[in-house]
């Protein structure tokens, strides 16, 4: 492969409001709206910041009917300064911690967070 094998992701949500406010609470960051690519279909989908020649993958809350949250097997881990930081502001905002911060030796930290919605989410950190 040549690229990071990642090139989206989505997490699904039930009430966009609240779990619009968890994530830009928690990453300390606006989320902009995306247009419904399939007109007529109730879909609602909010991007987090991303820059197209940056380091990373983009990605979106989406509401979409037919697709829940929480109990997915697919975890997606977001880059932080300090995995410890967001973790607080996670359980702050609505969130709960599923794993505190810890190491993975030469790779940094992580934690695990539950969002406002059911879904686990990762935070990595180098320190």
């Known amino acids: 492969m040549k690229n990071n094998p990642v090139g989206w ?9 609240r779990a619009k406010a968890f994530y830009e609470a928690v990453f300390q960051g606006a989320l902009e709206p995306l247009g419904n690519p399939t007109p007529g279909e109730p879909l609602e989908m909010w991007s987090f910041p991303s820059a197209r020649d940056g380091y990373g993958t983009p990605g979106a809350l989406v509401k979409m009917a037919g697709m829940p949250s929480g109990g997915n097997s697919t975890l997606v881990y977001f880059v932080c300064d300090d995995c410890a930081v967001e973790a607080a502001r996670a359980k702050a905002h609505g969130g709960s911690v599923f794993k505190d911060k810890m190491s993975i030796g030469e790779y940094g ?19």
């Open 9 to 17: 992701f989505e997490i699904y949500v039930q009430d966009m409001p």
């Open 109 to 127: 930290f992580i934690a695990l967070v539950n969002d406002t919605e059911g879904n686990l989410i990762g935070l990595h950190s180098m320190r």
